[in-house]
């Protein structure tokens, strides 16, 4: 829906004189409403999957389940998009229900009192070979900060089956989880600690035209 202020009596004047006037202000309005599209994020085809270093000597890796959002702006000009995601933080996921609950309690992601993370962008940043740098902040345990994704994609929209118009993209993102208040860690005997502090995060979205 598009607000425009009252017009001036001198405005109106003209509008009555001039009804194309008013003809080309709705074409102008409608074409502006049909560029600004929203994409919806379809949780049952999109992904967050992270990975952590375990004891020096692996890495465990798991992911978010539950995600949804929204991309709005103009379909040709994706640097003025505007992206927000919501992940829920109590559908952690690693294969192991104990290690999950331990994941969900205050030593990490206090899941009970953040049970949410998300994300807003600030400003989008083309780069080469069609990948584009997503700069936004990310609210996760109580805390605030800026992050970058480096995202690959959109992928030319596609048509499915019931006419619904999709398109996809991957993001990916390496984060200091200290940075966000999640310190607990474990020193280990022979030198080390039990969990590292980066955490590698990917992201496969895809989305429909709304």
Do not use: C
Not at 138 to 149: K, P, S, Y
Request: a neutral charge; hydrophobic letters at 40%; proline letters at 4%.
């Amino acid at each position: 829906m598009f607000m425009v202020n009252a017009p001036s009596s001198r405005l109106k004047g003209v509008l009555m004189r001039r009804p194309w006037v008013v003809a080309l202000f709705v074409v102008m309005a409608a074409r502006s409403a049909a560029a600004e599209g929203v994409w919806e994020i379809d949780a049952a085809h999109s992904t967050v999957q992270f990975s952590v270093r375990h004891m020096m000597v692996s890495n465990v890796r798991g992911e978010f389940r539950n995600v949804s959002g929204t991309v709005r702006g103009d379909e040709k000009d994706p640097m003025h998009a505007q992206v927000e995601a919501t992940i829920d933080t109590t559908s952690i996921d690693t294969r192991n229900e104990k290690r999950d609950g331990h994941l969900k309690s205050p030593d990490f992601l206090d899941a009970e009192r953040y049970p949410t993370m998300t994300f807003r962008s600030k400003r989008i940043e083309k780069m080469d070979n069609g990948r584009y740098r997503v700069t936004g902040d990310l609210a996760l345990h109580g805390v605030t900060r800026e992050v970058t994704l480096d995202v690959d994609g959109p992928t030319a929209p596609v048509k499915d089956p019931m006419g619904n118009v999709r398109a996809g993209a991957q993001a990916s993102a390496k984060l200091d989880r200290r940075d966000f208040g999640i310190t607990w860690s474990q020193a280990l005997d022979g030198g080390g600690v039990m969990v590292g502090d980066e955490v590698d995060v990917t992201i496969d979205v895809e989305a429909t035209r709304k």
